[in-house]
C-alpha cells in the first residue's frame, strides 16, 4: 500500500461509529492520542475502516518488528494453529518452546549458558525478573531509575516513574524500590552540560540512596532500560552503563536490563545493551519479539535461574503459536531486519536532525537504529517543554497521514517496523516537517 493516502476527513464514518461503540463498553484507562481505527496493515502501512492509508512510525508501540502481516511469520502462525493453540509449557513439553529458547540463547548478550522464563507481555517478564532477583540472592532491594517505564502490574509498577498517572491511586507500592536519575544528558540532573554529561548522576545512588537509604548488601538488582523508553527515548553516555555494571559486580547486585521496547533489532543491534558493551546477568523482553502476538521472555544466566519447580510459572506463557511467531521474527531479524534497522535508522536520524535548522521547537534528537527520539523546547537555552506543542504535532502527523506517538512529557518517538524503507523515513520526515510548521504557525 501506498501511503500517505487519505480519502475521507478524519475521523471518517465508519471510524466514528467505532469510536462510538468502543466508548460504551471499553475501559475508560486506556490512552488513545488519536481517532484511528484499522482494518488491516501491511508492512509499515495500515488502512482504516475508511480506506485511508498512513505511514504506520508507531508499529503498535514498537511491537510489530517485522512489519504488519509479514507472510513468512503469518505462516508460521497458520502452521502452528493447525497443530495445536496450547499445552501449558508449565506442565508438558512441546518443540516451539524449546526452539525459541535455542534461538534466545544463541542471541543473549552475555557470556555462558542462559535460560529462558516464559510470560505474556513484558510486565510479567519484569514481574518475573524482580522475582528471581529477590530469590537468587536472598535480598529484597531492587534500584531503579527516574523516566523508566517496566510496566503496569504491582511488582513493575513500583518500579516505574516514567508519569505519575500511571501510579496515582494504586498506592501504596512494592516494599524495597528505590529511584535514582537516569542519565538524561539534553537534560543533566546534576547540572552538566550535554557534552560534559556522563555516568556523575550514579553518584546520587552510591553517595545518597547506598548510604541513607538502602545497606549495598540488602540490594538484589538494578533493573535499567539501556535507552529509556516511555521517559522520552534517551541515549545515555556508554559511561553510564559501564559504571553501572562495576557498582552491580562490587556489590553482589544482579544487573537487570529490560529491552522490551529497545531489544529485538529496534536499535540496529539485537539488543540495545550491545551498543554499549556490558554483559547484563538478566535480560527482559516482549514487544518485538513475536511481531505482534503476546509473548513476554526473562532471559538470565543459567546460574541465576536456578530457581525449583513451582518456583514461578505461567499458564499461557510461551504459547506455542506466539512461539512459533518469534522463531519466525528471530529468523527475519538476523537475515536482514537488524542491519536495516541500523542503516534506515542512520538515515531517519540524520533527516530529524537536519530539521533543527529550520524549526526552533526542536530541542534535541536522539536514537539506536529505529528508536529515535525528537524533544520538543519552547526555549532552546531554557529547554521549557513545549508538552501541548508536541501533542499537536502529533495529532497534525496524524491528520496528514503518519501514526506518530509521544514519549515522555515532551518528546516524539519514531518507532516504526523494523522493514522501513529509506523512502518511507524520507516520506516520514517531510511530514514531520509538515507539522512542525502547522503547529509553529499556530503559536
Same mark, same amino acid.
Not at 461503540?21 to 484507562?29: A, C, E, F, L
Not at 562495576?246 to 547486585?253: E, N, S, V
Not at 521496547?261 to 538478566?282: L, N, Y
Given at each position: 500500500?501506498?501511503?500517505?493516502?487519505?480519502?475521507?476527513?478524519?475521523?471518517?464514518?465508519?471510524?466514528?461509529?467505532?469510536? !462510538?461503540?468502543?466508548?460504551?463498553? %471499553?475501559?475508560?484507562?486506556y490512552?488513545?492520542?488519536?481517532?484511528f481505527?484499522?482494518?488491516?496493515g501491511e508492512?509499515?502501512?495500515?488502512?482504516?475502516?475508511?480506506?485511508?492509508?498512513? +505511514?504506520?512510525?508507531?508499529a503498535?508501540?514498537?511491537?510489530n518488528s517485522?512489519?504488519?502481516?509479514?507472510?513468512t511469520?503469518?505462516?508460521?502462525?497458520?502452521?502452528?494453529?493447525?497443530?495445536?493453540?496450547?499445552?501449558?509449557g508449565?506442565?508438558?513439553?512441546?518443540?516451539p &518452546?524449546?526452539? +525459541?529458547g535455542?534461538?534466545?540463547?544463541?542471541?543473549?548478550?552475555?557470556?555462558?549458558?542462559?535460560?529462558?522464563?516464559?510470560?505474556?507481555?513484558?510486565?510479567?517478564? *519484569?514481574?518475573? /525478573?524482580?522475582?528471581?532477583?529477590?530469590?537468587?540472592?536472598?535480598?529484597?532491594?531492587?534500584?531503579?531509575?527516574?523516566?523508566s517505564?517496566?510496566?503496569?502490574?504491582?511488582?513493575?509498577?513500583?518500579?516505574?516513574?516514567?508519569?505519575?498517572? &500511571?501510579?496515582?491511586?494504586?498506592g501504596?507500592?512494592q516494599?524495597?524500590?528505590?529511584? $535514582?536519575?537516569?542519565?538524561? @544528558?539534553?537534560? @543533566?540532573?546534576?547540572?552538566?552540560?550535554?557534552? #560534559?554529561?556522563?555516568?556523575? @548522576?550514579?553518584?546520587?545512588? !552510591?553517595? &545518597?540512596?547506598?548510604?541513607?537509604?538502602?545497606?549495598?548488601?540488602?540490594?538484589?538488582?538494578?533493573?535499567?532500560?539501556?535507552?529509556?523508553?516511555?521517559?522520552?527515548?534517551? =541515549?545515555?553516555?556508554?559511561a553510564?552503563?559501564?559504571?553501572?555494571?562495576?557498582?552491580?559486580?562490587?556489590?553482589?547486585?544482579?544487573?537487570? =536490563?529490560?529491552?522490551?521496547?529497545?531489544?529485538?533489532?529496534?536499535?540496529?543491534?539485537?539488543?540495545?545493551?550491545?551498543?554499549?558493551?556490558?554483559?547484563?546477568?538478566?535480560?527482559?523482553?516482549?514487544?518485538?519479539?513475536?511481531?505482534?502476538?503476546? +509473548?513476554?521472555?526473562?532471559?538470565?544466566?543459567?546460574?541465576?535461574?536456578?530457581?525449583?519447580?513451582?518456583?514461578?510459572?505461567?499458564?499461557?506463557?510461551?504459547?506455542?503459536?506466539?512461539?512459533?511467531?518469534?522463531?519466525?521474527?528471530?529468523?527475519?531479524?538476523r537475515?536482514?531486519?537488524?542491519?536495516n534497522?541500523?542503516?534506515?535508522?542512520?538515515?531517519?536520524?540524520?533527516?530529524?536532525?537536519? +530539521?533543527?535548522?529550520?524549526?526552533?521547537?526542536?530541542?534535541?534528537?536522539?536514537?539506536?537504529?529505529?528508536?529515535?527520539g525528537?524533544e520538543?523546547? #519552547?526555549?532552546?537555552?531554557?529547554?521549557?517543554?513545549?508538552?501541548?506543542?508536541? *501533542?499537536?504535532? %502529533?495529532? !497534525?502527523?496524524?491528520?496528514?497521514?503518519?501514526?506518530?506517538l509521544? $514519549?515522555?512529557?515532551?518528546?516524539?518517538?519514531?518507532?516504526?517496523?523494523?522493514?522501513?524503507?529509506?523512502? &518511507?523515513?524520507?516520506? $516520514?520526515i517531510?511530514?514531520?516537517?509538515?507539522?512542525?510548521? /502547522?503547529?509553529?504557525?499556530?503559536?
Amino acid at each position: 500500500m501506498d501511503a500517505p493516502n487519505l480519502k475521507t476527513a478524519l475521523p471518517g464514518p465508519k471510524a466514528k461509529a467505532l469510536i !462510538e461503540r468502543d466508548g460504551k463498553v %471499553v475501559s475508560p484507562s486506556y490512552t488513545r492520542d488519536y481517532p484511528f481505527v484499522i482494518a488491516r496493515g501491511e508492512g509499515a502501512t495500515v488502512e482504516d475502516v475508511d480506506g485511508n492509508v498512513f +505511514l504506520d512510525c508507531a508499529a503498535g508501540i514498537a511491537v510489530n518488528s517485522t512489519g504488519h502481516a509479514h507472510p513468512t511469520v503469518v505462516a508460521a502462525i497458520v502452521d502452528q494453529a493447525h497443530k495445536f493453540l496450547h499445552m501449558s509449557g508449565t506442565d508438558f513439553y512441546y518443540e516451539p &518452546q524449546v526452539k +525459541l529458547g535455542e534461538d534466545l540463547a544463541a542471541t543473549a548478550p552475555m557470556s555462558g549458558p542462559v535460560k529462558t522464563f516464559y510470560a505474556n507481555s513484558g510486565t510479567e517478564a *519484569n514481574e518475573a /525478573a524482580l522475582k528471581l532477583a529477590r530469590y537468587k540472592t536472598g535480598r529484597y532491594g531492587i534500584l531503579g531509575f527516574l523516566g523508566s517505564f517496566h510496566g503496569r502490574t504491582m511488582g513493575s509498577l513500583s518500579l516505574t516513574s516514567s508519569r505519575a498517572i &500511571q501510579r496515582r491511586g494504586f498506592g501504596p507500592m512494592q516494599g524495597g524500590t528505590f529511584h $535514582a536519575p537516569y542519565a538524561t @544528558c539534553y537534560r @543533566c540532573p546534576v547540572g552538566l552540560t550535554p557534552d #560534559r554529561c556522563g555516568a556523575e @548522576c550514579l553518584e546520587f545512588l !552510591e553517595e &545518597q540512596i547506598l548510604v541513607h537509604l538502602i545497606s549495598p548488601d540488602d540490594v538484589a538488582a538494578v533493573l535499567v532500560e539501556p535507552i529509556q523508553g516511555e521517559g522520552g527515548y534517551v =541515549v545515555p553516555a556508554k559511561a553510564f552503563h559501564e559504571r553501572l555494571r562495576a557498582l552491580t559486580t562490587k556489590h553482589g547486585m544482579l544487573l537487570m =536490563v529490560d529491552e522490551v521496547q529497545s531489544g529485538m533489532g529496534r536499535t540496529g543491534k539485537m539488543w540495545a545493551i550491545e551498543h554499549f558493551g556490558v554483559e547484563p546477568d538478566v535480560i527482559t523482553a516482549a514487544k518485538g519479539i513475536a511481531s505482534g502476538l503476546p +509473548l513476554g521472555v526473562t532471559i538470565a544466566r543459567s546460574e541465576v535461574m536456578a530457581w525449583p519447580p513451582g518456583a514461578h510459572a505461567s499458564t499461557f506463557g510461551g504459547n506455542p503459536v506466539s512461539c512459533a511467531a518469534a522463531i519466525a521474527t528471530i529468523g527475519l531479524l538476523r537475515d536482514s531486519l537488524v542491519k536495516n534497522a541500523a542503516e534506515v535508522g542512520e538515515h531517519l536520524l540524520a533527516g530529524l536532525r537536519a +530539521l533543527k535548522d529550520k524549526h526552533p521547537l526542536i530541542g534535541d534528537v536522539r536514537g539506536k537504529g529505529l528508536m529515535v527520539g525528537v524533544e520538543l523546547v #519552547r526555549d532552546r537555552v531554557t529547554k521549557e517543554r513545549a508538552t501541548t506543542e508536541r *501533542n499537536a504535532v %502529533v495529532d !497534525e502527523a496524524f491528520h496528514r497521514g503518519m501514526l506518530i506517538l509521544g $514519549a515522555g512529557r515532551n518528546a516524539v518517538r519514531f518507532s516504526p517496523p523494523l522493514v522501513l524503507s529509506k523512502a &518511507q523515513a524520507d516520506t $516520514a520526515i517531510r511530514i514531520f516537517d509538515e507539522s512542525l510548521t /502547522a503547529v509553529t504557525a499556530k503559536k
